[in-house]
């Protein structure tokens, strides 16, 4: 079976950073992907890991160990906007497949 | 910009009526899934399509069914619906080649009383 693994709650102010960590246990891994969803919204692509190391995107960067089966997402320079649910998902086989974790609430307070 | 579409934002039916969900994208993509959201279980996959007329179960097919009679269409089918149907129901798309992202549709907040 697969299983994910997510912090459920982080809270952080404006302007910090804060790193949202994902623990994975599956059957097969390709890669790793991390999703943004605002309350009311559909889930929007951020980042896919598929080797280790990071990957940066602008404020947000993803990190992927495949020896400890384990990433992270990045947020830096927090804002008020970046209040959302963020999801990591592994895909587990060659297809398109991906497997959800329970998702994190990040709250940013000003 | 990729566009995936859902029939409805929100639905009530009642238990025993047959409910259909139905998704629309514009980008030609391949592959189609179909989940449910619900709160502390993030998204679990209930059926995906990988062409036309092709179809696999997810994690959760148990009272559910699909249909892929066109590339830009699939539908969700609950048979039968009852209340441990009630969810947030979301169809995503996918290209088949190179692409790791899915491009999800706005979701429907199915209600079964």
């Known amino acids: 079976g697969q299983s994910l693994e997510q912090p459920s709650e982080v809270t952080a102010v404006e302007g910090a950073i804060v790193q949202i960590n994902c623990t994975y246990q599956t059957s097969g891994f390709y890669g790793l992907s991390w999703y943004q969803q605002h309350d009311g919204g559909a889930p929007t692509f951020l980042s896919y890991n598929a080797l280790d190391g990071l990957e940066e995107t602008g404020r947000f960067s993803s990190f992927l160990s495949r020896s400890d089966s384990y990433g992270y997402l990045l947020l830096q320079e927090l804002q008020m906007k970046d209040s959302a649910s963020y999801f990591c998902a592994v895909r587990h086989n060659y297809g398109q497949n991906f497997v959800f974790g329970p998702g994190t609430r990040l709250s940013v307070l000003p | 910009d990729v566009k995936v579409t859902q029939s409805s934002r929100y639905l009530v039916k009642r238990t025993g009526e047959k409910v259909f969900l139905e998704c629309v994208q514009d980008m030609d993509h391949e592959n189609m899934f179909w989940y449910r959201q619900d709160p502390g279980l993030g998204l679990r996959l209930i059926y995906f399509?990988?062409?036309?007329?092709?179809?696999e179960k997810g994690d959760i097919p148990e009272g559910y069914s699909v249909s892929r009679e066109k590339k830009e269409r699939f539908s969700l089918i609950l048979e039968s619906a009852s209340t441990n149907q009630t969810s947030m129901y979301l169809c995503a798309s996918a290209s088949g080649r190179a692409g790791n992202e899915q491009f999800f549709g706005p979701g429907t907040r199915l209600t079964v009383l």
């Open positions: 399509s990988y062409d036309v007329k092709m179809k």
